[in-house]
């Protein structure tokens, strides 16, 4: 799952493995599989690993949460994390945007329509009327008509 949230399965159960004793350190693999927020990071960190008693430990970065200069280590990681987030949301934005001025229908074509597989003369699909879908919906224009 993303980590843009901590409502993730996971998470929370192995916060509470730490509240209640069961551990006394996370590993994640980066801090951005942690989180992509920044505010989030920096609610775990105040909530749980800015004190001796918890430990964070992140395979691929050198976090040390017990000194000002490793929180701030993974501050800077969360930081990237979620410019890292925001930039891919923008690209995909933005070429969602550029698809749909050219004219490309993205996602399934709406009832009466369908997607060949053949492919126009500039290599895309360009949707087309499905014969079987527009007779049921002349049939029901028809049947809307007649007072049904």
Known sequence: MTGGTLERPGLPAALKMLSRGQSDTLVVVKVDRLSRSLRDLGLLVDAYFRHDRYHL??????????????????????????F??????????????????????????????????QL???????VEEDPTEQATLRRMIALREAGF
């Open 57 to 82: 430990l992140s395979l691929c970065g050198m976090a040390n949460t017990h000194t000002a200069a490793g929180r701030m280590l993974l501050m800077n990681l969360g930081n990237y994390a979620q």
């Open 120 to 126: 126009d003369d500039k290599g895309r699909r360009v």
């Open 84 to 117: 890292e987030r925001e930039i891919i949301s923008e690209r995909t934005r933005e070429a969602m945007q550029y698809l749909k001025q050219k004219g490309i229908v993205l996602g399934s074509p709406i009832y009466g329509y369908r997607v060949p597989r």
